[in-house]
């Protein structure tokens, strides 16, 4: 059970990232960011596509297409990259995101090595945003823009020493920007998101 100073500690960090992510706007985004943005989404998707046609893949793609099987038509409304199923929302950012890990040919973020290694933020958050942002149906500008919160949560998140597990909390606040959730729910998707990480925040 996280005790209450950790809990505390969590609340803080939590309350200037949701801040931040409620307050970006895509027009206020420099424009490096946004061509960064895109080369980053441009790369994890090829990883995807790369990892869904290799032999190492064969299991996880007789397990996707027997989940198909299984969903009624209404739930089938995301891509799983590189094969012609679809899935759930969620199904299909699990099946993407381990698609993208079977080379790794990932981003990297290697300031943070020395809270424990370079972080790779996109094999998590790209494939969450990319299924939010196709379920929800919203505009490429939308889907940047959760991209660049749930980086810039991840990459921050992991500068906290010990540093927890930062992907899931990045892929939480960009599905979360790209749900237009309010500050409350927001702040209950990072919530969840410390529930299911490995490792919590530190005291």
Known sequence: MINAAVNQKFTNNAKELIDFSQN??????????????????????AT????????ESKRLRTYLYSLSNTLLPTNKNCTVIGTDIRLSSDWAAFGNAS?????????GYSENGVYGGSIHPGRIIIPVCL?????????????????????????????????????????????????????????????????????????
């Open 131 to 203: 299924s939010a942002a196709e379920k929800y149906g919203v505009t490429g500008k939308n889907l940047i823009t959760g991209i660049i919160v749930g980086y810039e949560t991840a990459l921050r998140i992991r500068g906290i020493n010990p540093s927890p597990v930062s992907d899931v909390y990045g892929g939480a606040a960009g599905a979360s920007k790209i749900m237009l959730h309010s500050w409350d729910k927001m702040l209950h998707a990072l919530g969840i998101a410390a529930s299911i990480s490995p490792r919590n925040f530190p005291e």
């Open 99 to 107: 698609f993208s890990q079977v080379f790794d040919f990932n981003d």
């Open 48 to 55: 995807i596509l790369l990892g869904s046609r290799r032999s």
């Open 24 to 45: 970006l706007i895509y027009e206020n985004i420099p424009q490096a960011a946004i061509e960064s943005t895109k080369r980053l989404l441009l790369d994890n998707v």
